[in-house]
């Protein structure tokens, strides 16, 4: 069973910068990786993705510019550096991975943004 742990997570004024964190349990190197995020009373959305594969990044029209993931896959370890953060960046963060017919999700990591 593949694990995944989120973390980074925290309060940051309007502006500031996390750096989150998700280390996988079993080989991160066979899957595609996923940060996605909940607001309260709103639908999860995807946030970024980087692929298994020559590490093709994908990001959401809301963070472009701002955030940056990236994996180490001798760390197993998938990461999301958030810059510039927003009140409407607070949310549930959860990393996916994800391979064929199988997905796996962390816990989820709490950002807020607020003065």
């Known amino acids: 069973q593949v694990q995944l742990v989120e973390s980074g997570g925290g309060l940051v004024q309007p502006g500031g910068s996390l750096r989150l964190s998700c280390v996988v349990s079993?080989?991160?190197?066979?899957?595609?990786m996923t940060w996605y995020r909940q607001a309260p009373g709103k639908e999860r959305e995807l946030v970024a993705s980087?692929?298994?594969?020559?590490?093709?990044?994908n990001y959401a029209d809301s963070v472009k510019g701002r955030f940056t993931i990236s994996r180490d896959n001798a760390k197993n370890a998938v990461y999301l550096q958030m810059n510039s953060l927003k009140p409407e960046d607070t949310a549930v963060y959860y990393c996916?991975?994800?391979?064929?017919?199988?997905?796996?999700w962390g816990q989820g990591t709490q950002v807020t943004v607020s003065s």
């Open positions: 996916n991975a994800h391979l064929s017919v199988f997905d796996y």
């Open positions: 079993g080989f991160m190197s066979n899957y595609d």
């Open positions: 980087i692929t298994r594969i020559n590490s093709r990044t």
